[in-house]
């Protein structure tokens, strides 16, 4: 399966994807996520969500859906990024400044200071099926 597409410049369009099937999910998956939450992690949010693997709960992710790489600049102080490709989602999604919409929108505020987190996960959030 397609965990993630890298395009080019060009349109060139490279696909990973997983090797093996994984452990078998035999109960429920939940991702916490909010703005700060960005490049891979968002893409192993969306492969997760768009795998049908996990739900996924907070609020809509950062957006940054690019790859970079660093330029050395001459003068060895530093350098450049430079955006070389895009990611896209399994599902074809270009998430770069759009971020991941959640499947149960929670504040995650409100789990601050909590010990255990699955206390801040609403019921709904386990309404997904689980894969068989």
């Known amino acids: ?5 890298t395009v080019n410049k060009n349109g060139v369009v ?16 939940v991702v916490f996520v909010n703005g700060n939450t960005a490049s891979a992690a ?7 969500k768009e795998n049908d693997r996990a739900t996924i709960v907070g609020e809509k992710t950062f957006g940054k859906g690019v790859v970079q790489t660093i ?5 060895e102080n530093g350098g450049v990024a430079v955006t070389i490709q895009r990611y896209e989602t399994p599902k074809r999604n270009n998430i770069n400044k759009l971020g991941i919409a959640v499947d149960v929108p929670t504040n995650l505020e409100d789990c601050e200071g909590k010990e255990d987190a699955v206390v801040c996960i609403p019921s709904s959030a386990f309404k997904k099926p689980v894969l068989d």
Not at 1 to 5: G, I, L, M, N, R
Not at 14 to 29: C, K, M, N, V, Y
């Open 42 to 48: 968002e893409v192993l949010t969306a492969a997760l």
């Open 14 to 29: 490279d696909a990973q994807a997983s090797l093996a099937d994984g452990i078998e999910l035999t109960s429920p998956l």
């Open 1 to 5: 399966k397609p965990v993630v597409y």
């Open 71 to 75: 330029r050395p600049l001459s003068n």
